[in-house]
Structures are given as structure tokens and as C-alpha cells.
């Protein structure tokens, strides 16, 4: 369900973001509403308020970013900025409290009236969605135009690159889309009831607390089916949110404009302050960087900092340092440690590997504490719901590593001397070359010889590092990695890498094959649960998970934001770790 | 000169059959006879964790299903006659010349080709004026004082100028003239039909960079050629005859060291059309050469297949040009 890659981090939906030290600061829980603060215009000033508030309405909001988007179809996209830019001419059924601070963790409605209720043991779900909210053409919104949205997605064919938890969760998993057969099909999926124009109701194959979190990807806005283009919905999709398209000129430039019928009362988490926006696609990151710093652009859309040239620039000006944020996402890197590769079958060994890895270095290779992250600890980031700070091996104490302590658990393992295994890691990535190459050295130190495996990112997952027979039969005993989760809650973190029913013979996510039955036990335990009780088993299973020593954790990521002065309304959203789009204005 | 043409023609239009052979071939045939199916093909173009029926079903919808002759036939036919492809609420028709549609934004190659093509056209053709003029100029001035200050200062900055990549020299300018000093602020793209001023002024660095590549180039040779035509026998007899300098440097040294300046200007500039990639890179403009690194990320099949082809008429179509540019200097050509 969930990805780990760097592609996917991009191309992921889900990223939370925060930095550490509001998350320490804030006496607010998770999922609290707060009133949102204002702040001067300072350094990491967009983390915990909002920089240069405004209702001022007028001038052009541009972005720039690097690449084009996966989809400007809402029901086919999964990259990180579209997610956060759908909100800019979409309604799902859910979203993130516009807000920033650990309040923009908070899942709220948005078409949706309230936050569902189950019944049938938790099998079925019944929501109720606004009755007066209207498409760009002034059609009001239905339940039917939510239920053929999630029927769209059920057709891989015309809609790739979406996520597909429907399949798995809903019941008619075989449904097979609005588009083959459409007389028969349009507004066949079973699974989806619309007993009213207002109502739907969710069956499912087995209780999932999280269902809200899934409906609030883009793919719940409502669409139309009679404006419904297939594949070419993405040139123009209709709009329900505070713009819509003016022009689309594919993957190269976007401009929208005001939708007369959006109403604000309807859509809190969004604003209609520009009158114009803009995107223009493809910019080189050089260029975005350097347009941000001139004023000749307002946001670097992809949201995943600005390049080392600009990094060194923005960070020795103090004018241009306090235009920038520098939030930790939810995305975090590590080193899978495999259980079923010998000798790190043994716990101790394991554990040695753990101790003698230089954190700092593993750090350095990542970009360093601005650019790349801050040490980790622990396998969820900070700003997941339910994380909790501890430190079995004594990453934050001793970042250098604990040669002592590494030899001691070498000894116990019965490899006083060390050992020999493979890593494998993507070689066309090469910060994951650099740590890989980093953590050779320092291993190294205490005898543990690392041979490195190199591998393209394309397959990795799918037939070396992801492949359980391929990763033992060349003895890999680490592999790189890193995730991002679809939604800033422990369960979306941690189980397709910790669930021992993860394990799979092909693209399989929980690489290092932990089958323990005290985690396992966990997750079914937390199907059953809600609330805190719920939130509480989330840092259990990460403890337990690092007592198996089963992942080195490495860092958690961090990237350096720059805002354009000229905007309004700024603020990193923490589910994304990028500014909130839906919000921004600018003053000239 | 008319049947010269003729059969240059259809020549070309042989070899460029022969080119999207070639490239369907690399592209579908190659990967198959190293053990790839269309079931592997299709896997890639239907997103995270499918299942076995849906990534048939992609096989299917894009024809990797069928043998690869009759997936060549289909290619063809589409770029001659036109194709219909399943949008999902509907059939659309992709008119003449189709070069398919894209595995993965599931649009017509050929209207996102026709659409980049102006901003590679601009910048090549603008740029190719520039380095023409200044490098000959440069060459034939460097070549009459051989020997001076001027020709050792311009051949080291020729020098300079065919070491140093696009990616650098531009990065400089942009640096210098629109960050720095903001002579030219917020260098992007403006179509000639929306504003031809601002279409212009934002051109003028990506043409000057791309143009002091390539003059350097151009001045050298132009150097060399004149340095050797000058010293012909016929040079002499010129002035023996009297002629004025001019004349005999213009109409009978310039005209001999010419030819192969017009062969390799033909080649650059067809190249040049396929796709600036560097410069275009260099300063964000949407042409052909991003849409070509766009294509090979992510592994667009078709998308490669079209840029390949339109690159490969561009460079068919320069070679034509110079052939018959040939054939006015040299009318030996001909026969």
C-alpha cells in the first residue's frame, strides 16, 4: 500500500511535516485544532505560524517546478506538490486542517459534513457529503458524482498512477471500472451505495479505522460523469474548488483563474485571494531557485527544497534566510537490516550493526542537518501521529557510533572478529551511494565487512532488494531504503514494513522479512481500537521493532523551503511538509 | 536541378522509413529478443501494485499484444493515415501524421511535438544567424591578418568558446545578465505570436550562449578554409588581373571556403532542431530537446519513437538543403 523510494517520496502522497522543535514545544496534541498563529517574517517562521497574513485579494500567484505533474486528474495522480495543489480546484471528501503546527496533522471533512459513522462491526461506513457545493459550471454536487470518482480509479488502463486502496479494502474488488462497458458499469460498483443525493455508504471487506484517511486523497472529488473525458480529464478537470482551469497547455504551463461557484463557506480549508495562477512546468532547479530569490517567481511547487547552490546562498544571507523554512517531512531514510540472511539471523549481530554505524556520516552523505535530516532513532519521523523519542543505540548520544558497545554485541553473537555481508543499495541515487559507502567505513571499524551490491532504482524493489529468494541467494543483509507514508498516522508508517502479512515474494515492502509475533499481534490489535488507545500501539510496535534491531535508522528528512517575500498567507502544512497551496495569496 | 530534387525526395523519404525501422526495432524488437514480454512492457505503464488482469488489460489497450510486424504496420499507418485510440469515455481519431499516443499521459506524440517545435526552431534558427555571421566574419577578418592581435585574441576566445559546454556558459549568463545585473530578468519562454519584443529579448541569451559554441567552431574553420584558398593559384591571377581586394577575398576566396562551412552548418542546425536539449535545459524552455529527456525519464516509448523521427527529418531535410545549396555552388554536383 504504501512506498518507499525516493521516487516514491516524490511521487508519494502523503508526507507529513514539522520541525522537531515544535513538535516538542507544543502542548497540543496531534489532531487538536488550534487557532492559527501569525508570525514575523523569520527564519522557520512558516513551521508553527503564518508568515505575512492576508485577505488581500489580487495579482498572480506563480509557481514554478521542476518536472511535470503525474496527473492533473484527481483520480490520477500520487505525487506529493499535485496532492497539495489539488486542493486548489478540488473537494474531497476529506482533507488536512489548513493550518500550521502539528494542527495540520488534523484529518477534517471538506466535502464530506462530518467524519462518518460504522456500523456492521466496522464493515460499513455511511458519510454525508454538503448539499450546496457546485461544480464550475454551476452543477450541484451529488453523492453519484463521489461514487463515479472512486469508480474511475478501478480502471488502471486510463488510470495509472493513482493509489489503490479501494481494490483492497472495498468489497467487489473485481469491479472493473466506469469505461469498458458503460451502460453496464457506470455506477456499478457495489461496494459504494448512493441512497440519496447527499449520502454514501462504504462497504468493506474488513474493518479499517483509517478509511477516512484514504478518502481524503484527490480521487474522492467529485466528478461529473457526463463531463467525464477519460484520459483527457486531466487537460480540464471541472473544478469544485476556489479555481479552475483557464488554460493547460500539457506539462508546460497552467493558468487558472477564479471559480465563480465556489462558495467559501463551503470549502474552510481553502482561499480565493490571487486572481490568477500560475504554473510553469520543466524549470530547471537552478532556475526556480534563483526566480525565488529575484521575486520573478512565488513558490517552487515540488516543495523539495531548493538546490546546494541556493541552499549555501539563502543560508549566509540572514535577509534571505528569513524567507525560508527548514521543516523535517515524514519521510524517512534508513538501512533494512534482513533477519533471514545469516549471520545477521542472530539479534546480537544485528545489534552490532546498529552500535557501529556512524550516524553523523550516514547524516553528511544524506545532505547534512539542513539539507538532508536530522539523526534518527527511531524508524517513524517525529511528526507521524503516535511517535514517541527513544534511543537504543545511542544514536543522538554517540552519533559517531559505539565501537564499544558494537564489539561487545559482535561477541555475543559468536563474531568477535566480525563478519562479512553484502549491502545493496541504487546506484544512480547518490546520496543513498554516499551513505552506503559511509556505512562500508564505518562498520568497518568493528570487522563487519560490507561488500556493496549497486542496483538501478527502477527494478530495485521489484526484482533485488524488494525480492525475498533474489536478496537470499546473494546474501544482502542491508539494503538501503527509505519511506513516506500516505498518511501521517502510525499505521500508515509502519505496517508494510513491520507486518509480517507484508512479506511478499516480489515488490515486497517489509525487506527485512521481520515476522514477529509481537508486532504482528499489535496490528491486529489496532484494528480493533480508536482514539489514543489506538495512537498508543504505534510507538510500541516501533520500540519492539527496534529492539529486533531490524532497520538502521538514519535520518529524518529535512528540506530547505524558500518563500517568495511577495506572498501571503504562508505556511508549511505539516501533512505535506510544503507550503499549504490552497491558502496562499500574494501582496504584489 | 528539378529532377536533383526530385530524387532527393524520395530518397529521403526512403531513409526515413529505414530510421523509424531502426527505432521501433531498438525500442520492441531488441528488448523481446532479450527476453522481455509484453507482459513486463505493460507492467510498467499501470502504476503501483497491479494485478495480473489489469496489466493485461494495458497490454492489450496498447497493442503490445500483437506481433510486432503488425505493431509496426499500426505505427506506420498512423503516422500516413491517422489512428483511433480508446480514451476511455470515447474513440478519438489521431489525425495524419499520428506518431501514436503516450504510454503514460495517454496523449497524441504528434500535437505535443507541434507545440515544442517552435521554441527549438526559435532558438536554433535565431542562434544559427548569430554564430553563421560572427563566425565567418571572425574567420575571414582572422584568416586576412593571420598572425595579429585580433587573430590570436579570437582564435583563444574560439578556443574558449568550443571547450566550454552550453550548460556552463549559460549558467554564467543567466548568473551575470539576469540575476546579477538584470539586463534580461525572468528569462522564459514568450511565444512570437504573443509578443515578438518580449519573444526576442528572451531569446537573446540562450542564442548568444548557444551561438558562442558554435561561432567559435565556425571561425576556426572559416580561418582554416580561407588560409588555404588565399594561397591558391587562382587567388593570385585575381589580383594579377587587377580585381579589387574585396572581390577577390567575397567572390573568389569566400566562395571556395565555403562549402564545407555549408555542409557541417546543415548537419549542426538539423540537429539543432531535434532538440537544443543543453540549452533548452539550461534556461527551462519547453522544445524538443525537454520533451526528449522528458521521454527517455520516463521511458514513453512512443514519445521517444516520435522525437526520434522528427529529429531524423530535420537532419534529412538540412542534409537535402545543403545537397542542393551544393549543387547552386558547385553545379559539378548535379551530375
Known amino acids: 500500500m504504501k512506498r518507499r523510494s525516493i521516487i516514491a517520496a516524490t511521487a508519494v502522497g502523503a508526507m507529513s511535516a514539522l520541525l522537531i522543535s515544535a513538535c516538542s514545544s507544543s502542548t497540543s496534541s496531534s489532531g487538536s485544532s488550534t487557532t492559527p498563529t501569525t508570525g514575523a517574517v523569520a527564519f522557520n517562521a512558516g513551521i508553527s505560524s503564518v508568515v505575512n497574513p492576508s485577505s488581500t485579494k489580487g495579482g498572480t500567484l506563480t509557481f514554478d517546478v521542476r518536472g511535470t505533474p503525474d496527473s492533473f486528474d484527481p483520480g490520477n495522480t500520487y505525487y506529493a506538490w499535485v496532492l497539495d495543489f489539488d486542493h486548489l480546484f478540488t473537494m474531497p471528501l476529506f482533507g488536512y486542517k489548513s493550518c500550521p503546527g502539528s494542527c495540520g496533522l488534523q484529518l477534517v471533512p471538506d466535502l464530506a459534513t462530518d467524519m462518518g459513522t460504522t456500523s456492521d462491526n466496522g464493515l460499513t461506513w455511511t458519510f454525508h457529503i454538503q448539499p450546496d457545493v457546485k461544480f464550475e459550471n454551476g452543477t450541484v454536487v451529488n453523492s453519484q458524482d463521489v461514487k463515479y470518482a472512486i469508480e474511475r480509479t478501478y480502471d488502471r488502463s486510463v488510470m495509472a498512477n493513482g493509489p489503490t486502496y479501494y481494490q483492497a479494502l472495498l468489497t467487489d474488488p473485481t469491479y472493473p471500472g466506469p469505461y469498458k462497458d458503460r451502460s453496464k458499469n457506470l455506477m456499478g460498483l457495489t461496494a459504494v451505495d448512493t441512497p440519496n443525493a447527499t449520502t454514501l455508504v462504504f462497504h468493506l471487506q474488513a474493518p479499517f479505522p483509517d478509511l477516512p484517511y484514504v478518502l481524503a486523497f484527490p480521487n474522492t472529488a467529485p466528478v461529473l460523469p457526463s463531463a467525464d473525458t477519460g484520459s483527457n480529464y486531466q487537460l480540464h478537470p471541472l473544478s469544485t474548488g476556489p479555481y479552475m482551469f483557464k488554460s493547460y497547455t500539457l506539462n508546460k504551463q497552467l493558468v487558472m483563474v477564479d471559480n465563480p461557484n465556489w462558495n467559501p463557506a463551503t470549502d474552510p480549508n481553502a482561499k480565493q485571494l490571487a486572481t490568477q495562477i500560475i504554473v510553469n512546468m520543466n524549470v530547471n532547479q537552478a532556475d526556480i531557485d534563483n526566480n525565488l530569490i529575484a521575486g520573478n517567481a512565488d513558490i517552487d511547487a515540488y516543495g523539495a527544497g531548493v538546490g546546494p547552490a541556493a541552499q549555501a546562498r539563502i543560508l549566509g544571507s540572514s535577509s534571505l534566510k528569513a524567507n525560508a523554512d527548514n521543516p523535517v517531512n515524514g519521510f524517512a531514510r534508513f538501512v533494512y537490516i534482513n533477519t533471514k540472511v545469516a549471520p545477521l539471523t542472530n539479534l546480537h549481530c544485528r545489534e552490532a550493526v546498529e552500535y557501529a554505524a556512524n550516524k553523523t556520516t550516514m547524516q553528511t552523505s544524506w545532505g547534512g542537518p539542513v539539507a538532508g535530516g536530522a539523526i534518527a532513532s527511531t524508524i517513524m519521523p517525529p511528526v507521524i501521529i503516535g511517535y514517541k523519542s527513544f534511543d537504543y543505540y545511542n544514536a543522538l548520544t554517540q552519533p559517531a557510533g559505539d565501537v564499544t558497545a558494537a564489539k561487545q554485541q559482535l561477541a555475543m553473537c559468536g563474531q568477535p572478529n566480525g563478519f562479512t555481508t553484502n549491502m545493496a543499495y541504487r546506484d544512480d541515487n547518490p546520496q543513498e551511494t554516499a551513505e552506503a559507502t559511509a556505512l562500508q567505513a564505518s562498520l568497518g571499524a568493528v570487522g563487519i565487512k560490507l561488500t556493496l551490491k549497486g542496483f538501478p532504482s527502477g527494478p530495485y524493489y521489484t526484482n533485488f532488494a524488494g525480492d525475498p529468494a533474489y536478496v537470499h541467494a546473494h546474501d544482502i543483509g542491508l539494503a538501503g531504503g527509505g519511506w513516506g507514508a500516505d498518511w501521517p498516522d502510525g499505521y500508515g508508517f509502519l505496517d508494510e514494513l513491520l507486518n509480517g502479512n507484508a512479506i511478499a515474494a516480489t515488490g515486497n515492502t517489509n525487506i527485512s522479512e521481520i515476522n514477529d509475533p509481537v508486532i504482528n499481534n499489535l496490528f491486529t490489535e489496532s484494528s480493533k481500537l480508536t482514539g489514543d488507545a489506538r495512537t498508543a500501539i504505534w510507538s510500541q510496535i516501533d520500540e519492539q521493532a527496534m529492539k529486533d534491531a531490524v532497520i538502521l535508522p538514519a535520518v529524518y528528512q529535512k528540506t530547505l523551503l524558500y518563500r517568495n517575500a511577495a506572498t501571503t498567507n504562508v505556511y508549511v502544512q505539516a501533512y505535506y511538509g510544503m507550503y499549504n497551496y490552497a491558502v496562499m495569496g500574494v501582496s504584489s | ?335
Open chain 2, 1 to 335: 536541378m528539378i529532377y536533383f530534387i526530385i530524387r532527393r525526395l524520395i530518397m529521403t523519404v526512403f531513409l526515413l522509413l529505414l530510421v523509424s525501422m531502426i527505432t521501433f526495432a531498438i525500442f520492441f524488437l531488441v528488448p523481446r529478443l532479450a527476453g522481455q514480454t509484453a507482459y513486463q512492457l505493460a507492467a510498467q505503464y499501470v502504476g503501483r501494485n497491479p494485478i495480473p488482469s489489469e496489466i493485461k488489460a494495458v497490454e492489450v489497450k496498447l497493442g503490445l499484444n500483437a506481433p510486432l510486424y503488425l505493431q509496426y504496420g499500426r505505427y506506420i499507418k498512423g503516422i500516413v493515415a491517422g489512428i483511433h485510440y480508446n480514451n476511455g469515455t470515447d474513440i478519438s481519431y489521431c489525425p495524419f501524421p499520428c506518431f501514436g499516443y503516450s504510454f503514460r499521459n495517454q496523449q497524441p506524440v504528434w500535437p505535443q511535438l507541434i507545440s515544442d517545435a517552435p521554441v527549438t526552431l526559435s532558438i536554433a534558427v535565431g542562434a544559427a544567424v548569430l554564430w553563421l555571421i560572427g563566425g565567418v566574419s571572425i574567420g575571414v577578418l582572422s584568416a586576412l591578418r593571420r598572425g595579429s592581435f585580433f587573430d590570436r585574441l579570437s582564435m583563444g576566445v574560439a578556443l574558449a568558446g568550443v571547450s566550454l559546454p552550453v550548460f556552463f556558459t549559460g549558467l554564467i549568463a543567466l548568473e551575470l545578465f539576469s540575476y546579477h545585473w538584470p539586463i534580461f530578468p525572468n528569462v522564459h519562454y514568450v511565444p512570437i505570436t504573443e509578443n515578438p519584443l518580449l519573444w526576442a529579448r528572451n531569446l537573446i541569451l540562450p542564442w548568444v550562449t548557444l551561438a558562442f559554441l558554435y561561432a567559435a567552431l565556425y571561425a576556426r574553420l572559416t580561418r582554416a578554409g580561407m588560409l588555404e584558398t588565399m594561397g591558391e593559384d587562382y587567388i593570385r591571377t585575381a589580383r594579377a588581373k587587377g580585381l579589387a581586394e574585396r572581390k577577390v577575398v567575397v567572390k573568389h576566396g569566400l566562395r571556395a571556403a565555403l562549402t564545407p562551412i555549408v555542409t557541417i552548418f546543415g548537419l549542426d542546425l538539423g540537429l539543432l532542431l531535434g532538440g537544443a536539449i543543453l540549452t533548452e535545459t539550461t534556461f527551462s524552455f519547453p522544445g524538443l530537446g525537454q520533451f526528449t529527456i522528458l521521454a527517455i525519464q520516463n521511458q514513453d516509448l512512443p514519445e521517444i519513437m516520435g522525437v526520434v523521427m522528427i529529429a531524423s527529418f530535420f537532419i534529412v531535410i538540412a542534409n537535402m538543403i545543403v545537397d542542393i545549396l551544393y549543387a547552386v555552388v558547385d553545379p559539378r554536383v548535379r551530375f
